[in-house]
């Protein structure tokens, strides 16, 4: 086994089960998709209940795509869209650390698939037993790229928190 292939093997098998376990989560956590989009309501999220099956089915699919190492850099995007909008709804403003709220976690996630994206799956996934193995500078920068646009459309369409009163006019 080639040094690269294990890498790319230990960050996928790393990586995608902890976005499944978090997908999962979202679904059949404690307090399951309720939960979920009463959660993604007050972040902010609108329609609270399509997101939250969104952000779970995403999280799912990216999951299972990493772990099997299909279609890089399309999971590798999604992972970075995901963390992109949890930095700014849910970490924005908390600091670095994730005990404390911040952004540590997702900065993490986002750059690991980002790294995934360009070290490529290799040769023990399904990207390389079909021959279909893409690595390097533009698989990252499409993984960041469309992970970050993507994101931004998103919360530009619909993240609408709820406005904290002006204490000034008082």
């Not at 999962?24 to 399509?50: M, Q, S, Y």
């Not at 779970?56 to 699919?61: M, N």
Request: aromatic share 6%.
């Amino acid at each position: 086994m080639k040094a690269q292939d294990a890498a790319a093997l230990a960050l996928r098998a790393t990586l995608g089960p902890m976005l499944v376990a978090h997908g999962w989560n979202k679904v059949a956590g404690p307090g399951g998709l309720r939960g979920t989009t009463g959660w993604f309501e007050a972040l902010g999220l609108r329609p609270a209940a399509v997101h939250a099956r969104m952000a779970a089915g995403t999280e799912l699919a990216a999951g299972v795509g990493i772990t099997l190492g299909a279609a890089n850099p399309l999971p590798a995007a999604a992972a970075v869209g995901l963390m992109t909008v949890a930095a700014r709804t849910d970490h924005r403003g908390k600091g670095f650390f994730v005990f404390k709220g911040g952004w540590e976690y997702v900065g993490v996630v986002g750059g690991a698939a980002v790294a995934l994206a360009a070290l490529g799956n290799g040769r023990y996934s399904v990207d390389g037993l079909t021959g279909r193995q893409r690595a390097g500078s533009e698989p990252a920068l499409l993984a960041a790229g469309l992970g970050v646009v993507s994101a931004a459309a998103l919360l530009a369409a619909c993240y609408r928190p709820d406005e904290k009163p002006d204490e000034t006019d008082k």
